[in-house]
């Protein structure tokens, strides 16, 4: 990705988009553009998605178990319909990061029947993640970003359903390059110019990086998700309050729970001086109890994937430990 109109989409457990433009541009809802960020003379816009490809392993993990696999789960889920026979997800199971910048929305399945399956259910949250991705896209274009094309790299290329539906629901086609290691592909680039192998970043990058294979959108399937997707849209300003009720009823819970269970103040003595300061106490983990240890958060090794909503607490947890 090195020309005005391509963006490059990491997939993990978030969803990162980065697309080139070559000219600055700003709306409301997107991050960018940032001038020579990337390459010279270009412009970078930015969106994120924080939970994508953590909502279909907490699936898998909390509600199937280890013993059925991701290939079992993709060929129940292509068995499904588009749209999933009315039932929908919101993808922001640790908050949004764009367009609505909303630390404290949260996730949620809506319209679920005892006709669903499981298939209905993996379907969705598949299905709202690629929601969640036209979203930002139909914002950068308010913007007056467009790409016509989105190279894709990362754990979501391991799933053809998972491509495919990202592509009728964008109506984008996705290029899948033969080595999806971004990070690794895009070192050995850099590193090719640093060595003076290549005169620049475009010049390494058309050498080094080869297509595999393009995922096309299938117009008639995009024409369905259409109705889908606008239910999809209706997900959040109808729950925003909600989410944010319940985020000030949990602090409030947890600050209550937190000084009841607080030891008193230590007092130390400085060398020198018979005077004692008040300090806070150093508590042994042993000696935490079961409900305190389960407010100190632990701060996420990327801060893409963090939960925005309780990262102030966690870091004080880290900061404290």
């Given at each position: 990705v090195v020309k005005p109109g391509q963006m490059a989409l990491l997939t993990g457990s978030s969803h990162l988009h980065l697309g080139f433009v070559d000219h600055a541009m700003h709306a409301k809802g997107i991050f960018g553009t940032y001038k020579d960020a990337v390459l010279p003379g270009m412009h970078t816009v930015?969106?994120?998605?924080?939970?994508?490809?953590?909502?279909?392993?907490?699936?898998?993990?909390?509600?199937?178990g280890p013993e059925t696999s991701y290939s079992v789960l993709d060929a129940e889920a292509a068995a499904v319909p588009p749209g999933c026979d009315g039932l929908s997800c919101l993808d922001h199971f640790q908050g949004n990061r764009t367009p609505h910048t909303d630390p404290l929305s949260r996730g949620a399945v809506v319209g679920l029947t005892l006709a669903h399956t499981r298939g209905h259910v993996f379907r969705a949250l598949m299905e709202s993640v690629a929601y969640g991705t036209r979203l930002i896209l139909d914002t950068m274009a308010k913007g007056g970003f467009q790409p016509h094309t989105i190279t894709i790299a990362g754990g979501a290329t391991r799933s053809p359903l998972w491509l495919q539906i990202h592509a009728d629901v964008c109506n984008v086609p996705f290029v899948l390059t033969k080595e999806t290691d971004a990070p690794m592909l895009g070192s050995a680039v850099l590193a090719a110019v640093a060595a003076g192998v290549y005169p620049d970043v475009p010049s390494a990058a058309e050498a080094m990086v080869s297509v595999d294979r393009v995922v096309h959108p299938d117009a008639q399937t995009h024409a369905q998700y259409e109705q889908h997707y606008q239910r999809y849209l209706q997900l959040y300003p109808a729950l925003k309050a909600t989410f944010h009720d319940a985020s000030a009823a949990g602090q409030c819970s947890a600050k209550g729970s937190a000084a009841a269970n607080a030891p008193p103040p230590a007092k130390i003595h400085q060398q020198g001086s018979s005077n004692g300061h008040a300090a806070p106490a150093a508590v042994p983990c042993d000696t935490i109890g079961a409900d305190r240890f389960a407010l100190r958060g632990v701060v996420s090794a990327s801060i893409l994937a963090a939960d925005f909503g309780a990262l102030a607490a966690e870091a004080a947890a880290a900061l404290s430990a």
């Open positions: 930015e969106g994120g998605q924080t939970s994508t490809g953590t909502i279909v392993n907490w699936f898998k993990r909390t509600l199937v």
